[in-house]
């Protein structure tokens, strides 16, 4: 036996128009200082014989007021967080930071530019040099890097084991 589903309720779409920062800002307030007086305009709110009963405490303060006044902030032109300018400054300049008008790069950046030819990857924390054969002339032959790869691969669990131990 197939059951239908309930029809959904009718739906009204209301346009919506912009408006400007000052009066996004005024509205807010207003919420904000309501919400402070009135439990029932707290999202997290709940319901007892007496009425809405504000759950916020100083322990656990409300997550979505808290958010809301740093939207207020916002609208009111407080720069809150990091800059987002920076931000972007950094990722385009790469690994290299201004500091005191010097550039410093990020070390191992320096150090895959000074030897390419050596590939680091991260072992439980510990970078293990890892030579890569070049390809083309004076390339090494498949079996090579096959034995070359577990004496590698032994190595490294002999290291881990004697890592162990200790």
Same mark, same amino acid.
């Given at each position: 036996?197939?059951?239908? @589903?309930? @029809?959904? @309720?009718?739906?009204?779409?209301?346009?919506s128009?912009p408006?400007?920062?000052?009066?996004?800002?005024?509205?807010?307030?207003? *919420?904000?200082d309501?919400a402070?007086?009135?439990?029932?305009?707290?999202? $997290?709110? !709940?319901?007892?014989?007496?009425?809405?009963?504000?759950?916020?405490?100083?322990?656990?303060?409300?997550?979505?007021?808290?958010n809301?006044?740093?939207v207020?902030? %916002?609208?009111a !032109?407080?720069?809150?967080?990091?800059?987002?300018?920076?931000? $972007?400054?950094?990722?385009? !300049?790469?690994?290299?930071?201004? $500091?005191? %008008?010097?550039?410093?790069?990020?070390? +191992?950046e320096?150090?895959?530019?000074?030897? @390419?030819?050596?590939?680091? *990857?991260?072992?439980?924390?510990? !970078?293990?040099?890892m030579?890569v054969?070049?390809?083309?002339? %004076? %390339?090494?032959?498949?079996?090579?890097r096959?034995?070359?790869?577990?004496?590698?691969?032994?190595a490294?669990?002999?290291?881990?084991? $004697?890592?162990? +131990?200790?």
């Amino acid at each position: 036996m197939t059951t239908i @589903p309930a @029809p959904l @309720p009718p739906t009204t779409i209301l346009t919506s128009k912009p408006i400007p920062q000052s009066t996004a800002h005024d509205f807010l307030a207003a *919420y904000l200082d309501r919400a402070n007086t009135d439990p029932a305009l707290q999202p $997290n709110a !709940g319901i007892s014989e007496h009425g809405p009963v504000s759950r916020t405490t100083a322990a656990a303060p409300n997550l979505m007021l808290h958010n809301l006044k740093r939207v207020q902030a %916002g609208l009111a !032109g407080e720069v809150l967080g990091r800059d987002l300018a920076l931000a $972007n400054l950094s990722a385009e !300049g790469g690994a290299a930071q201004t $500091n005191g %008008g010097a550039e410093w790069e990020d070390a +191992k950046e320096f150090e895959v530019k000074e030897q @390419p030819d050596v590939v680091q *990857y991260e072992d439980e924390g510990e !970078g293990v040099p890892m030579e890569v054969d070049g390809d083309g002339e %004076g %390339g090494v032959d498949k079996e090579e890097r096959k034995r070359k790869k577990k004496e590698r691969r032994l190595a490294e669990k002999k290291a881990k084991m $004697n890592k162990n +131990k200790d």
